[in-house]
């Protein structure tokens, strides 16, 4: 590949036709012009010879901004690249920024599979290339194919602050619309009412979810009905005695009701009635790959094995996806049900008896 830095006239470089992004913030935009204006572009944009100059391959926000700062010369790196090559480029440069939307990196990842099938027959191969778990790369497809786009619209960048802009929903939230929902008129009914009432975290995705259980049922209704629960956290019977004897002292969760916080207490569910009552002592959000031995030890002791095996069992076989955040609660018991009192003493004659 040939390759060669020199200063270009800006007028000769034109926006690239394949970056998948397709909006810019213009507050960012004014920010980086102000740098730009005081100190000049410090970063050499990376361009491809095109008809009658070149065109930007890596480097959109900043040639955006020089023109903004009035620049009339650029340092850039010249190299020579096939569409698929820029393509994938802008993919694996962009694929981890937080002003990148999960509906904007779907559409690349089909324009890839389109354009050039031999390369990118599945989402597979695009995981491959990009380095991320074809999981992902299929939820992002998801968002463009099972969307309509007044929806994609609104879906937000997934930061790693979890701060969602006004007007747009969560992308945990719109995963779980386009995989639970089929009707593009009643995913947007839930996207604008979700926006409407401010409705975010768990409540979002349980209301999701309860939507497409109940489809005779108003939305408002359901509405209701989730907001007015109690907050809690859902365990599986397995869980009950390692809590209870404080094996288990914290639970990994995708997504979490906004009630859960620190110092907060809620419901330890079991299926339907609670089973105890549990006060937080930390809230965190992490990458599964940065789990270490000691986190999922507080899943009840558990190997890292084991706790990917448990990890599969609740969410489905390829589910763990290194990259992929969730929220951690840890927790203490502070009120036991009473009614599961017998319970308790139930599973543990029957790990006595084991032992």
């Known amino acids: 590949m040939s390759e060669y830095i020199k200063e270009i ?21 004014d920010e980086l012009a102000d740098s730009i204006s005081e100190v000049g572009l410090l970063q050499p944009l990376i361009v491809r010879p095109a008809d009658k100059g070149f065109e930007v391959v890596v480097g959109e926000r900043r040639y955006r901004a020089s023109h903004q700062a009035g620049l ?71 968002l463009v194919t099972a969307m309509p786009r007044k929806v994609q619209r609104m879906v937000a960048p997934e930061t790693a602050s979890r701060r969602v802009p006004e007007g747009k929903i969560e992308y945990t939230t719109a995963v779980r619309i386009a995989r639970k929902i089929k009707e593009p008129h009643k995913q947007l009914k839930v996207a604008e009412t979700l926006l409407r009432r ?38 599986r019977l397995n869980a009950v005695e390692p809590i209870l004897n404080q094996a288990k002292t914290q639970i990994c969760l995708r997504g979490l009701d906004s009630r859960i916080r620190r110092d907060s207490i809620v419901h330890a569910d079991l299926y339907e009635p609670k089973f ?27 190997t890292m094995e084991q706790f990917k095996r448990q990890w599969e069992e609740m969410y ?15 927790f203490e018991v502070v009120k036991l049900n009473p009614k599961f009192e017998e319970l308790r003493r139930r599973i543990s004659t029957k790990f006595l008896l084991k032992s």
């Open 316 to 330: 489905g076989e390829g589910s763990w996806d290194n990259d992929e955040r969730v929220d951690i609660v840890r």
């Open 72 to 142: 009339e010369k650029v340092p850039a790196i010249i190299r020579s690249y096939s569409d698929d090559q820029v393509i994938e480029l802008n993919l694996i440069e962009n694929i981890h920024r937080e002003d990148l939307s999960a509906v904007e990196k779907g559409r690349t990842c089909l324009r890839l599979m389109e354009m050039f099938p031999e390369k990118y027959p599945n989402e597979e191969a695009v995981g491959k290339h990009v380095g991320l778990s074809a999981l992902t790369i299929r939820d992002w497809l998801k």
């Open 198 to 235: 401010g409705i975010r975290g768990a409540k979002a995705r349980s209301i999701v979810t309860e939507v497409a259980k109940r489809p005779e049922k108003p939305i408002e209704e359901i509405v209701k009905e989730v907001i007015e629960k109690p907050a809690s956290i859902p365990f």
């Open 276 to 302: 105890a009552e549990l006060k937080v002592k930390e809230v965190l959000r992490k990458r599964l790959g940065d789990f270490t031995e000691e986190d999922v030890k507080r899943e009840g002791g558990l």
């Open 9 to 29: 006239e800006l007028k000769k470089i034109q926006p690239n036709r394949l970056n998948p992004r397709t909006e810019f913030r213009k507050e960012t935009l």
